[in-house]
């Protein structure tokens, strides 16, 4: 086929093989039940696109919880962290519109001076996007190591559909050399074209989104044509794989477009937190994947396909190595901190997300 | 504006970075450069391990100025593993009640804001149940 060449030759694997070295999660202690947003909007409590979502306390943003995953990510890989070269979180709620949130991240957890540290955005994929480029900069020697998260504290519109599902939350990953991974990266793909399904303008709090955009053309068409391809290009099916973990809006499509590939539900469930955390944007994809590596075996295969809205997707083919069995025990694991939980209600949250002007 | 201040103590205040007396051996939180126990130098870093416990605490109801938008909330004196006491916020109690002995740790947390919105935003140490086994 002559579509399949093609795909094969884009197919991303550097010259250096490449691995995750550390991971860590970081979900904040606070959830919204769907029912209460319900309640407030409605009038009746009745059950949302997912159970409940997690909550940033008032004082938590993107920094803080980068920094707890980071520290989490660097616990993992046993690594000192001045053996760092870029420290890249990706994200559309960064504290400061100018004003890095890399650099604060990077001496928190210690890193040296000599990094790149440049902030990430594309909606729910920068987390994957720095992804991408640590492995660049680890694949062409450039660097050892490199540090990639995705960290959001996402905001709907009081009354929005988004309201249900926004949530805070995500993951951090250090890249590194494929010999001294937990994980290893295999193939990478992206698919990326313009596309106007979500957005948020400068100066604006609150994002948009275009209502019949956002699924068959935006969601489903990206993850879709970015996972098959990559999976074809190297001559695997779903059969293939262990565990698969998509972005996660809500808990709909990612069992939609799982069942598109060819995934059954039980290759799904381990990875798909939204039912009880919501969405955490460009968290999303990535805390889902710790959640897998928390519990994968050696040898076990996984699927990542995360979407950002705009639009475009990042897939990978990973492989669990011995060594994530040695090290993963080093810091808390995701499940650990989805147990942590106190219910908030409507005010309480309006609180904590600055949704009340002081003055 | 307190940027200068804010800039030169962001080591110690972001991860509770002190001080180890090459002398004796103590650990030393905050940095001062000579050692409380043997009256020595002692310029070394160390980085605390964040581990400790509630020695004391109170509920402020009424915060002191760019406080405001956080209380009520809980100060503690928090006994290092190390040795040393510190002073510092409680966070992410959630229902919990905080007790003399309470296990604790470190973590990264806004501080406040420098003069309001459009200042820089001070991060700092704050102390939380302990989670970690
Ligand atoms: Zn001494």
Redesign the pocket.
Known sequence: MEEHKHVKDIVNKPSRHVGIIGYGAYIPRYRLPGTEISRIWSGQATPGPVKEKAVAGLDEDVITMSIEAARNAVARAGIDPQLLRAVWVGSESHPYAVKPSGTIVAEAIGAPEHIQAGDWEFACKAGTEAFVAAMGLVGSSMADYALAIGMDTAQGKPGDALEYTAASGGAAFIIGPAEKALARVDAHYSFVTDMPDFWRRAHQKYPEHGQRFTGEPAYFNHIYSAASRLMESEGLTAEDFKYAVFHQPNEKFPRRVAKQLGFKPEQIEDGLLSPVIGNTYAGASMVGLTAILDIAAPGDRILITSYGSGAGSDAFIITAQEALLERRGAALSTQDYIARRTEIDYATYTRFRNKIAMK | MEVPRHWRLKKQRYALVGEV??????KIFPPRDV?P????E?KTAYAFSGKGEVYSFTRMGNAPAGFEEQAPYTVALIKLQEGPIVTAQLTDLGNQEVQIGMPVEMVTRKLRSDDGEKGILVYGYKFRPAMAA
């Open positions: 007396c090459p002398h004796c051996e103590a050692c126990e043997c009256g020595g002692a």
